[in-house]
T-cell receptor, first 115, second 113 residues
Framework: EADIYQTPRYLVIGTGKKITLECSQT?????MYWYQQDPGMELHLIHY???????EKGDLSSESTVSRIRTEHFPLTLESARPSHTSQYLC??????????????FGEGSRLTVL | AQSVTQLDSQVPVFEEAPVELRCNYS??????LFWYVQYPNQGLQLLLK??????LVESINGFEAEFNKSQTSFHLRKPSVHISDTAEYFC???????????FGQGTRLTINP
């Protein structure tokens, strides 16, 4: 069982609010990722980090930002939420130092609804 | 670059019937192959993976997948499905040495009683 946690699981907020989705892992993995999942299921990589103080944008452009100040923590922030941000956000991690296979461990997801 | 194609976006089957979810990939280098499952309102869980060795890999809940290098496929099969298998299934590849997972579009498996 993977030890990666996301909070909140569900969030309903109004337009213009600032939100932060939390993601923490206790496996000591060096790499962490954020995916956005649209209603049609497809996964889009929006941010990733290969270590502390390292963050990169993914394949899909996103207005969100991320930070990686600690190995275990990779929060995602939206400064001003809009209805177009309504989606499921999935956090994942991988052990790039030991296994090197690219296998990902996922959190339960955060479902964001912006009214 | 790598790409993954899951040929069916939705697969409806009756309970206890066999099922095959198809996955094809393209890559100029050797890859690791994965199937993930996503149950309703949950994240993705690893179902099975091919890293090396036997081309037939199995999961603990009766699924199996076979790596076919010549056809660049990694189809997922189960001889008899159960209602609890209702979920979305994602095929993914990781080029060896790159440590980056590329996902297919997903297949929604619906089991009818």
């Amino acid at each position: 069982e993977a030890d990666i946690y996301q909070t909140p699981r569900y969030l309903v907020i109004g337009t213009g609010k600032k939100i932060t989705l939390e993601c923490s892992q206790t496996m000591g993995h060096d790499k962490m990722y954020w995916y956005q999942q649209d209603p049609g299921m497809e996964l889009h990589l929006i941010h990733y980090s290969y270590g502390v103080n390292s963050t990169e944008k993914g394949d899909l452009s996103s207005e969100s930002t991320v930070s990686r100040i600690r190995t275990e923590h990779f929060p995602l922030t939206l400064e001003s939420a809009r209805p177009s941000h309504t989606s499921q956000y999935l956090c994942a991690s991988s052990d790039g130092r030991r296994t090197r296979t690219g296998e990902l461990f996922f959190g339960e997801g955060s479902r964001l609804t912006v009214l | 670059a790598q790409s993954v194609t899951q040929l069916d976006s939705q697969v409806p089957v009756f309970e206890e019937a066999p099922v095959e979810l198809r996955c094809n990939y393209s890559s100029s280098v050797s890859v690791y192959l994965f199937w993930y499952v996503q149950y309703p309102n949950q994240g993705l869980q690893l179902l099975l993976k091919y890293l090396s060795g036997s081309t037939l890999v199995e999961s603990i809940n009766g699924f199996e997948a076979e790596f076919n290098k010549s056809q660049t496929s990694f189809h997922l099969r189960k001889p008899s499905v159960h209602i609890s298998d209702t979920a979305e299934y994602f095929c993914a590849v990781s080029p060896q040495g790159a440590q980056k997972l590329v996902f297919g579009q997903g297949t929604r498996l619906t089991i009818n009683p």
